[in-house]
């Protein structure tokens, strides 16, 4: 698995990702995101995506523990190396240290007076899906030693579960109809945005990145073009509308 090393992401060197029991790696990711939350005020942009990035990690765990997920391991390993690219990125950032682009335009707006909202949830939900999960698929096939292919039913749960995300946010972080008018320029926002093709491609991506694992060169080639493509949707995302 040396080929994907540059993919790797920290872990508790102690409890690495294929020892981690379901119940407990989940929740010790979940605690690292309530612990940050308390180090932003309310209306910061990364605070607005940690909150609703909090409660469908907590939902995972649940579900998780209540059996949904018929491999249990599986599941919880690819759940916390994708939690862990998110605070990866936040742990950079209170480092002063440079974050990988896709998370750049939401630490250098997260303050910006005329960016809503839903805007940052939307820039969070991009970096995070558009890039991250391809690594952590990448990342969970060489932490359980198979194929990425073996996993296409936890990440298609683990998916279900994202959903909830764009749910949650809609109905969190949405004005009411008599704000969001049709000519309103989040109208137009909203719409450029799509989690369920956001999933389809990084599960592509997932797949060229472990095809390409035997050409470091390539692979890390590919991974900085995508990091810097989902980088500039998220700065699209963020344009000021006031």
Same mark, same amino acid.
Do not use: K
């Given at each position: 698995?040396?080929?994907?090393?540059?993919?790797?992401?920290?872990?508790?060197? $102690?409890?690495?990702?294929?020892?981690?029991?379901?119940?407990?790696? %989940?929740?010790?990711? =979940?605690? &690292?995101?309530?612990?940050?939350?308390?180090?932003?005020?309310? $209306?910061?942009?990364?605070? =607005?995506?940690?909150?609703?990035?909090?409660?469908?990690?907590? +939902?995972?765990? &649940?579900?998780?523990?209540? #059996?949904?997920?018929?491999?249990?391991? !599986?599941?919880?390993? *690819?759940? %916390?190396?994708?939690?862990?690219?998110?605070?990866?990125?936040?742990?950079?950032?209170?480092?002063?240290?440079?974050?990988?682009?896709?998370?750049?335009?939401?630490?250098?707006?997260? &303050?910006?007076?005329?960016?809503?909202?839903?805007?940052?949830?939307?820039?969070?939900?991009?970096?995070?899906?558009?890039?991250?999960? !391809?690594?952590?698929? %990448?990342?969970?096939?060489?932490?359980?030693?198979? +194929?990425?292919?073996?996993?296409? /039913?936890?990440?298609?749960?683990?998916?279900?579960?994202? !959903?909830?995300?764009?749910?949650?946010?809609?109905? @969190?972080?949405?004005?009411?109809? @008599?704000?969001?008018?049709?000519?309103?320029? *989040?109208?137009?926002? %909203?719409?450029?945005?799509?989690?369920?093709?956001?999933?389809?491609?990084?599960?592509?991506?997932?797949?060229?990145?472990? #095809?390409?694992?035997?050409?470091?060169?390539?692979?890390?080639?590919?991974?900085?073009?995508?990091? !810097?493509?989902?980088?500039?949707? /998220?700065?699209?995302?963020?344009?000021?509308?006031?």
């Amino acid at each position: 698995m040396a080929q994907i090393e540059h993919f790797a992401v920290q872990r508790d060197r $102690t409890r690495p990702a294929e020892l981690l029991t379901p119940p407990s790696s %989940v929740r010790s990711v =979940v605690e &690292r995101m309530r612990n940050v939350r308390y180090e932003w005020p309310p $209306t910061d942009g990364v605070a =607005v995506f940690n909150r609703v990035y909090l409660t469908v990690t907590e +939902e995972l765990g &649940r579900q998780i523990d209540g #059996g949904r997920f018929p491999r249990p391991r !599986a599941a919880a390993t *690819l759940g %916390v190396l994708f939690a862990e690219r998110y605070l990866g990125a936040v742990d950079a950032a209170a480092a002063g240290r440079r974050t990988p682009a896709c998370w750049r335009p939401l630490f250098q707006y997260r &303050r910006h007076p005329g960016v809503r909202p839903l805007q940052f949830a939307l820039a969070g939900i991009n970096a995070h899906i558009g890039h991250d999960l !391809a690594l952590a698929v %990448v990342d969970t096939a060489a932490a359980l030693g198979c +194929e990425p292919a073996a996993l296409e /039913g936890e990440f298609d749960r683990v998916g279900d579960t994202l !959903a909830a995300l764009e749910e949650r946010i809609r109905e @969190d972080l949405m004005p009411g109809p @008599d704000l969001l008018e049709i000519a309103d320029p *989040l109208t137009h926002l %909203v719409g450029t945005w799509s989690l369920e093709r956001a999933r389809d491609a990084a599960w592509s991506a997932a797949r060229v990145l472990w #095809g390409l694992r035997e050409l470091p060169d390539l692979s890390q080639e590919f991974a900085q073009r995508m990091d !810097a493509g989902v980088g500039l949707v /998220g700065r699209c995302l963020l344009t000021p509308l006031r």
